[in-house]
């Protein structure tokens, strides 16, 4: 199974931007999707980006228009770029390969003033 180690994360004020990267184990070019979720104190974790192989990104509806999830199969990288941040994603981020449930240790996001 591939892991992923992500990193980028930090205290940042709302309408602020972070970039999150992730990186695999091993070559990612022959897995098809790759996700990024959240999870926030007290709640469940929350899908809220895929992409393909052929770089095809979905978007959760919280986060479309303002998160861009892109892909470097070179570098074995998938990275979580997030503009207009907002108190309510403050969360730690993980990326996995969807049905896996191999998680990292996450990179802790911090939205506030």
């Known amino acids: 199974q591939v892991q992923f180690v992500e990193s980028g994360g930090g205290l940042v004020q709302p309408g602020g931007s972070l970039r999150l990267s992730c990186t695999a184990s091993?070559?990612?070019?022959?897995?098809?999707?790759v996700a990024w979720y959240r999870q926030a104190p007290g709640k469940q974790r929350d899908l809220i980006a895929t992409?393909?192989?052929?770089?095809?990104?979905v978007y959760a509806s919280s986060v479309e228009g303002r998160f861009f999830v892109s892909r470097d199969n070179a570098k074995n990288m998938v990275n979580l770029e997030m503009n207009n941040l907002k108190p309510e994603d403050t969360a730690v981020y993980y990326c996995?390969?969807?049905?896996?449930?191999?998680w990292g240790q996450g990179t802790q996001v911090t939205v506030s003033s």
């Open positions: 996995a390969v969807p049905g896996t449930a191999v």
């Open positions: 992409i393909t192989s052929s770089s095809t990104a």
């Open positions: 091993r070559s990612i070019s022959s897995i098809y999707t």
